[in-house]
């Protein structure tokens, strides 16, 4: 037989090998066989959490979750482990120089908070100053919508009070308008690496004036799987009352947040703002606001000209005196609105004028409830919409208030409760929300509820929805101050696109 018949028989049984195999293992649905793209669960999840606190007094509840899905929730692992703690700007000398068996990607480490089960939600709590930081991995049925929340409140010292953050994903770029380095504020950036390689990060700070010069901010060293503090006002010799940050990784990822501690109004954590958009959402301002401060600031090359409007549970106004707002770029600016709620919840929309174009800005509030001694302090910034699915953990019995805002079109939105971290039965309940309102929602609690439970929040129908939630904290455990946290919720990336892929024969053909 010659030569050529050979190689076109060999050719013709690979072909018919490719195809049957193809057709095996070819899904009956999905981007495959339909030609298009498909949102599929995502397989793998990281999120950090930085250290909750310096204060001996500090009392820290960690929470985590994985909602319920269509996925199988017979495998699949999440669990976090402690970060090391490093120094600003210096590469990290592990303690007794860990032996090489010791130090292969946390092989030995046990882990901190482990979620089992779809579902089912996990607590641990660690007090005094010792809490770490936290580097979490999710895989298999648990990653999809997994999420953690650090609750830390401690009644004395600089930023007294309830301080709450949502861990997050890594990433390379985030803002933060409403940082300080006035002398009654320390602000601390907390910049944590979950990878085995060092990341190094760059660190601008913009004032009212402009860009402020600070060498120090360059080049800072993330060492591989730790955590870093920065004290902000490290970076500039001149106190600055309010400041927008800008952190970028030159090489690698950090999760990045501010924490902000004040001598007078207690403290919390400052979040980074959802990236720059011509319009801007802040949801969740309490009904009992007694100061509102709004930052905002414009990161590319023309100025933005914006109308400032109050979403609240009756329609949408705009403040008094207030009604637009002119930001000079790469300027940052702030606006006292006073108690800018009168006694109602809301949500500070920010939108172009109709002759400013589309400028991109970045925005955060921070809000202080209280009086004289008894203030305390919280920041909201510009949230991402709540998408197809956001998670929230660390909920309670008492204490805790969801606010939905339908900046645009109406929408309807689906809440679930979980189970208790100790016990319950989850409990769901449909909202409407009106075009231009915020509704303060009514929380579903989960029946026989023992522990804690996450909050899920679904998009039925409607226009885009932003969400925020609020922990309170009042009474003898809060030395008599009204404490409290505001966390944005944002898609929880559960599910993630993939476009369609065909086997294709002609590869196979030369």
């Known amino acids: 037989m010659k030569r050529t018949t050979l190689s076109l028989i060999a050719a013709g049984a690979a072909l018919a090998a490719v195809t049957s195999v193809a057709a095996v293992a070819a899904p009956e649905e999905g981007p495959a066989a339909t030609g298009k793209a498909a949102q599929q669960p995502v397989e793998r999840t990281s999120l950090l959490c930085p250290a909750p606190s310096s204060s001996e007094l500090a009392e820290t509840t960690y929470t985590a979750y994985t909602p319920k899905t269509e996925v199988s929730s017979d495998s699949g692992t999440a669990a976090l482990v402690p970060a090391a703690r490093s120094l600003a700007g210096k590469d990290d000398k592990k303690d007794d120089e860990k032996d090489d068996k010791g130090d292969k990607k946390g092989e030995e480490e046990k882990p901190f908070l482990a979620v089992k089960k779809q579902g089912a939600p996990v607590t641990a709590e660690e007090n005094g100053s010792g809490a770490p930081a936290l580097i979490g991995l999710a895989e298999g049925s648990l990653a999809p919508g997994w999420s953690a929340q650090q609750t830390t409140h401690f009644t004395a010292g600089a930023g007294r009070g309830l301080h709450g953050a949502a861990c997050s994903a890594p990433d390379t770029d985030f803002w933060f308008p409403g940082a300080s380095t006035a002398e009654d504020r320390s602000d601390y950036l907390h910049l944590t690496n979950p ?90 301002i309490p009904k009992d606001a007694t100061a509102v401060r709004l930052v905002a600031f414009a990161p590319g090359s023309a100025d933005a000209d914006l109308k400032v409007s109050l979403a609240g549970p009756n329609g949408s106004l705009s403040p008094a005196g207030n009604e637009t707002l002119h930001l000079k770029s790469g300027m940052t600016t702030a606006v006292d609105l006073a108690d800018v709620t009168r006694g109602e919840p809301g949500s500070l929309v920010l939108t172009p004028t109709g002759d400013s174009g589309d400028t991109p800005v970045v925005a955060a509030v921070r809000v202080i409830r209280g009086k004289g001694a008894d203030q305390e302090s919280a920041f909201i910034p510009a949230a991402r919409p709540v998408g197809d699915r956001a998670t929230v953990t660390g909920n309670g019995a008492k204490g805790t208030y969801l606010s939905l805002t339908a900046p645009g079109k109406a929408a309807k939105v689906r809440v679930t409760a979980s189970a208790g971290t100790g016990g319950g039965t989850a409990a769901t309940k449909t909202y409407s929300v009106g075009a231009g309102r915020t509704l303060a929602a009514d929380v579903p609690l989960p029946d026989s509820l023992k522990g804690t439970y996450a909050l899920t929040v ?11 939630r609020t922990l309170t904290l009042s009474g003898a455990a809060a030395d008599g101050i009204s404490m409290f946290t505001v966390q944005n919720l944002t898609d929880d990336r559960g599910t993630v696109t993939v476009p369609a892929a065909r086997p294709e024969m002609g590869v196979l053909l030369d």
């Open 195 to 284: 990878d085995d390689a060092a990341a190094v990060v760059d660190i601008e700070l913009y004032g009212k004036d402009g860009a402020l010069d600070s060498e120090v901010g360059e080049g800072i060293q993330v060492p591989p799987r730790s955590s870093v503090p920065v004290l902000l006002s490290t970076l500039t010799g001149k106190p600055q009352t309010n400041l927008t940050v800008h952190v970028t990784a030159r090489s690698g990822r950090v999760a990045a947040a501010v924490q902000a501690l004040d001598q007078k109004v207690g403290g919390d954590w400052l979040t980074p703002s959802a990236e720059p958009s011509a319009s801007v959402v802040l949801p969740g």
């Open 458 to 468: 679904e998009t039925v129908s409607g226009g885009p929805v932003h969400a925020s």
